[in-house]
């Protein structure tokens, strides 16, 4: 494999690929990395590669002619070539992606700079961009070292065990399973007897679970991408069983106060389907309680008779599966009740999150609002599902986050309250295998 990364800074690799593996690696000429400065390419007298770009704007862009002058010098065109863009809004890097840019022969890399490269550079010159992440950097040069070491894995000889890749994190889309060395025993804690016994059939399963169950853990995530037996699923459906969701959510249906269709604060009637199926879902998503929020006397009434029906009455035998889910349903008079049983709870008050059809300022999204609640999954979390035509602006104003609405690619935007509450809780809390 020969790596050319093309850069204004070439002495920024001198020593990341100057040891370790990259060393044996490029002595034994599996790889070859070689680094090109851009400025080499620059046809006037002071170097230059950037310039400011037309229309205005803050900030320089790397100028197409000395990138592509370098581009046309290092690619071979002889053999199974690609260029590679680092760039903010690439494709997220992958173990994927770096097992794909293995199979070619040569991979140029344009490192990225400034507020980014002329758009004639991608059109004209680039076969792929990538990202290593959401965040900023200064430029695209950590951006090569991280794609090159990760490419080079999947190079045969360079790691000098082949099956090492292999049993990394990520590969088939899973964790990579707890590992132990010697001492046997530290402080009291031993090497699992499995490890100890020779048995290599034995340690490959205890592999394989301790793997899927430390990906159900800590990055479910990436279940819908692995590819499971039956088996393996069983073990998951085992998992899910024996241990708790490691997130604290709740989710409230507010029939008062919520607006009708001429914006005026209503208390909306309870609805037996909405209820029925926004509880079947909130089982499935593992949500701890969901809250009725209704203050009509005569409505309570009716919503009790419901439960009582399903839960303590014939419905309970009837249907065991619906039984379930309405045990988690909890009636109360206000939101405020709501949060203060939750507070007592959990020791305390919710981050409250509310839904809404309509786009307000600073909304959240469901990827980053699931980040947040698996990254600080201590926090109990509290959703707010409106009824009639949403929730009062009392309501909005005074909750932590707002949550982007449902949406597709059309703009017809008139779900019922029970099918948002699904796609909702699937968004958040998805565990798909």
Request: proline content about 4%; some cysteine.
């Amino acid at each position: 494999m020969r790596y050319d990364i093309l850069t204004i800074f070439p002495e920024f690799f001198e020593s990341p690929f100057s040891f370790g593996i990259f060393k044996k690696a490029q002595d034994n000429g599996l790889i070859d990395i070689k680094t090109h400065d851009i400025r080499e390419y620059s046809s006037d007298k002071h170097k230059t590669v950037d310039d400011t770009p037309y229309g205005g704007g803050g900030g320089m862009l790397m100028k197409i002619d000395p990138i592509g002058s370098a581009v046309e010098d290092v690619k071979d065109e002889s053999g199974k070539s690609i260029v590679v863009l680092t760039t903010p809004d690439g494709e997220k890097f992958s173990d994927k992606t770096a097992r794909e840019l293995a199979g070619f022969d040569q991979i140029v890399i344009i490192c990225g700079r400034y507020e980014g490269v002329d758009e004639r550079i991608r059109e004209m010159y680039v076969d792929r961009e990538i990202s290593i992440g959401d965040y900023v950097l200064s430029g695209g040069e950590n951006a090569a070292s991280v794609i090159v070491e990760s490419v080079s894995r999947f190079i045969p000889g360079v790691l000098g065990n082949d099956l090492s890749p292999e049993n990394d994190s990520f590969n088939q889309s899973l964790l990579e399973y707890p590992q132990y060395t010697r001492p046997e025993e530290f402080k009291g804690e031993k090497v699992p007897q499995v490890l100890l016994s020779g048995n290599h059939k034995e340690i490959d399963e205890w592999r394989k679970k301790e793997s899927i169950k430390r990906t159900f853990t800590k990055r479910p995530d990436l279940l819908d991408k692995a590819i499971l037996s039956t088996d393996e699923i069983e073990l998951i459906k085992e998992l899910k069983e024996t241990s708790s969701p490691s997130f604290k959510a709740y989710i409230a249906l507010i029939h008062y106060p919520v607006y009708n269709n001429r914006f005026k604060i209503i208390n909306t009637a309870f609805t037996n389907l909405d209820v029925h199926d926004i509880a079947r879902s909130a089982v499935t998503y593992g949500v701890k309680t969901f809250y009725l929020v209704q203050p009509n006397l005569e409505q309570q009434k009716l919503v009790n008779r419901v439960l009582t029906h399903w839960t303590q009455g014939e419905g309970a035998s009837f249907n065991k599966s619906r039984s379930e889910a309405l045990n988690l349903v909890e009636l109360r008079n206000t939101l405020e009740d709501v949060v203060e049983e939750i507070e007592e709870v959990e020791g305390e008050k919710p981050v409250t999150i509310v839904t809404d059809a309509r786009s307000v300022d600073n909304m959240i999204g469901f990827s980053e609002l699931r980040e947040l609640i698996f990254s600080e999954a201590k926090k109990p979390y509290l959703i707010l599902l409106g009824t009639g035509w949403g929730l009062a602006r009392e309501i909005m104003e005074s909750a932590d986050y707002t949550l982007k609405p449902v949406s597709g690619y059309t703009n017809y935007n008139h779900l019922s309250v029970r099918s948002a509450a699904a796609v909702i809780l699937d968004r958040l809390f998805s565990c798909k295998i």
